[in-house]
């Protein structure tokens, strides 16, 4: 598997009003094309930046972040498509329209994206709910909308910023289910922020750990396992463990820094 | 309709009436200057006497309005955007534009005055000064609070800086510029009617100016009828129009 | 401080620009800095017009009357339409609509009744200051949170308590705001109604030198006026910055 994202020794630093704030210090980073990358950690390690340079919205300090054997300096749409915590849709858009929107930027013409978007309705599980208003849908169906907005680029990278973070938990188990049976049909390579620890385990082929502020990469687990996982395996359970005990520090680490 | 709205229509019903009641009643007694305080009756009846005159000096204000509108819509929108856009310009030019629209406009009227002449030229820049000024403000801060996460959005899928404008943050600011047309109508109207108060030939204003110098007390009392009802209508018109248009708000 | 150094160098080039344009197009007429200056020196040594300072006391007094007035009424008519929901549903529409009429042409009728006197200038300096008062408080009633109040009568407190107690720092925010646009209005409507025709007082000033053509002396009476406006909102900040710091 060739590395399709390639992080080299990337280093962000923040100006704060009580001084300067190191983000990031020396990650490098790996992820093969197909995979679906967890990255993990504690608040304020840097995972939601580190993502953004991946996108290619936050430059880094120091170091450089590599798609596809290029540099990464501003987003590109064609290649990475990325969707954020809060679905960020435009409210004065219908969902359809929403779904629409990178494919509008890119000047696909009108019958074009609309039969593209009409047609990710369907997998979105919207399909009634086309023609209506962001303020008319339930978040999970708004982040529904942001995802499907994502894969009506068609990228080969989809870059998720803690996606379901805003959604109660019941909503969160779905909607990782459907997320997982989405990206097994497109074969899409995903980069997925996360706090969950289940949902780390539920659905990645490797889980990245970062370290408290300045954040580093701690560690790495690769998943191999087949899907769907059975979480309740003796061999997850101790996965698990492993897991929360690589993060569990860091996180105590971060807490005591407030 | 529920007990209460039946109780509120009531009230608004009998109030009005009893005012106009106790108004007639009080002017037929003689308990005030008919020359000061007429009775509604003979402001009704002086409806009919000045109704031609008083119709076209509404019309006349009504049009140097609705230029002095365009005008303060147009620039008070782009000025806007591109101030409101651009952070840096906002920083610096933010005290400049809250002390001018602070300004009393009125202390320049003179002054426009004597340089424009009387009539409808200082009318129409007066007028759209008043207007511009709290669109600007208004549209300034609209443009501001723009959601970030939808810029950051629109970026992150590859959006030019021109498609940004077009397919963000117009769309997004489109409340704030109903709601500054909203506000507009009343403040133009009301510069072109100080003008004509002030120094005009022609128009609502100097009609009733001259009405209550020739202490025509219900010619007066009909004509500010007849500017009040213009305005609220104008304004119930454009608040039907900004409800249509903010169906995706909700 | 870039910000600062940028600010002065644009209000520089402005100054400049009016020194040059004015003195090539018509000085007279277009008052270059260099000509004002000397008459605002004239005036506030009482030279160009000796009664500048009764005239300003007037209207101060004009406009200290009208919002007090406005104070009054406003508080008033606010509690009255915000305590009571039927009264409140009945008239705050009636009072929007009036509000959508621009109070100018409540003037001509003001004129009439009051004559060219300060009456005139109070009444419509207080009809432009008792709207955003009204409202102010009717809004600041409504915008308060029904749980506080369920709260505070669950603890046993007595309706007085609970408006002096809960209501008033609840709604402290947009009442004090209300007051502030208040001020700024009569304020306004007072200088406005002198301005359209007075005897007496800073607009009549004004109106003076305007129809002399001494445009000099008529841009040294506006900074004056200018500065009893800036100095009012002042005032009224600072109020609201100690009633904001009193409530938190």
Known sequence: ?258 | ?250 | MRVLALRAAILAAFLLAWEGTARAANPLLYVPPSAALPALARLLTLDSYPDLVPSLLLTLREIAIAYGLAIAAGLGCGAALGLNRVIGRAYAPILGALYAVPAVVWYPSLMLFFGLDAASKIAFGFLLGFFPITLAVLAGIRQVNPHMLAVARAFGARPPTVFVKVMIPAMMFTLVGGLRTGLALSVIGVIVGEVLGSKSGMGSLINHAYGLFRTADYVALVLVTLALVVGSDAIASAVEGRAQRWSE
């Open chain 2, 1 to 250: 309709m529920s007990a209460e709205t039946l109780r509120v229509r009531v009230l608004q019903a009998a109030s009005v009436l009893a005012l106009f009641a106790a108004w007639e009643g009080v002017a037929r007694a003689g308990w005030v200057d008919p020359l000061f305080v007429p009775a509604p009756s003979a402001v009704a009846r002086a409806f009919g006497r000045i109704g031609g005159s008083a119709l076209a000096g509404l019309g006349d204000t009504l049009l140097k309005t609705a230029v002095a509108y365009v005008l303060s819509v147009v620039f008070g929108v782009a000025f806007g955007v591109a101030i409101g856009s651009v952070r840096a310009l906002r920083e610096v030019l933010s005290p400049f534009v809250v002390a001018v629209y602070g300004m009393p406009k009125i202390l320049v009227l003179p002054w426009i005055v004597l340089i424009l002449g009387f009539g409808t030229a200082p009318a129409i820049v007066y007028g759209t000064i008043h207007g511009f000024f709290p669109i600007l403000v208004l549209v300034i801060g609209g443009v501001r609070d723009v959601d970030r996460t939808l810029v950051t959005v629109a970026r992150a899928f590859g959006a030019s800086t021109w498609q940004l404008y077009w397919k963000v943050l117009l769309p997004a600011i489109v409340p704030t510029v109903l709601a500054g047309m909203r506000l507009g109508i009343v403040f133009c109207l009301l510069g072109v009617l100080i003008v004509e108060m002030f120094a005009g030939v022609r128009g609502m204003g100097h009609v009733m100016g001259s009405l209550a110098n020739g202490f025509q007390a219900p010619e007066l009392f009909a004509a500010t009828a007849l500017v009040s009802a213009a305005s609220i209508a104008i304004v119930l018109a454009l608040d039907t129009l900004n409800d249509r248009l903010s169906h995706w708000r909700g």
């Open chain 1, 1 to 258: 598997m060739s590395d399709l994202i390639a992080v080299e020794h990337v280093g962000k630093q923040y100006q704060t009003s009580s001084g300067p704030v190191e983000a990031l210090h020396d990650v490098s980073l790996a992820v093969g094309a197909g995979e679906f990358c967890t990255v993990i950690g504690p608040s304020g390690c840097g995972k939601s930046t580190l993502l953004g340079m991946l996108g290619g919205l936050v430059a880094a300090d120091s170091g450089r972040v590599l798609v596809d054997g290029r540099p990464v300096t501003a987003p590109d749409p064609r290649r990475v498509a990325t969707v954020f915590q809060e679905a960020g849709l435009f409210p004065w858009r219908t969902a359809l329209e929403n779904v629409e929107f990178g494919l509008e930027v890119q000047g696909v013409p009108r019958e074009r994206r609309r039969a593209v978007a009409t047609e990710l309705l369907g997998p979105l599980g919207l399909r009634d709910f086309g023609a209506k208003y962001p303020r008319e849908l339930s978040g999970g169906m708004r982040q529904r909308v942001a995802i499907g907005r994502a894969l009506a680029i068609d990228t080969q990278i989809i870059l998720m910023d803690e996606p379901f973070g805003a959604l109660d938990e019941q909503t969160r188990l779905l909607m990782g289910e459907w997320l997982l049976d989405i990206w097994r049909r497109t074969r899409k390579t995903v980069v997925f922020v996360t706090h969950s620890l289940h949902e780390a385990l539920a659905l990645s082929t490797r889980v990245v750990v970062m370290t408290a502020r300045p954040g580093r990469i701690k560690s790495v687990l690769e998943l191999p396992m087949p899907y769907p996982r059975a979480m309740e395996s003796p061999e997850m359970a101790a996965l698990r463990a492993r897991l929360w005990g690589e993060i569990r520090d860091e996180s105590r680490r971060a807490m005591g820094e407030r």
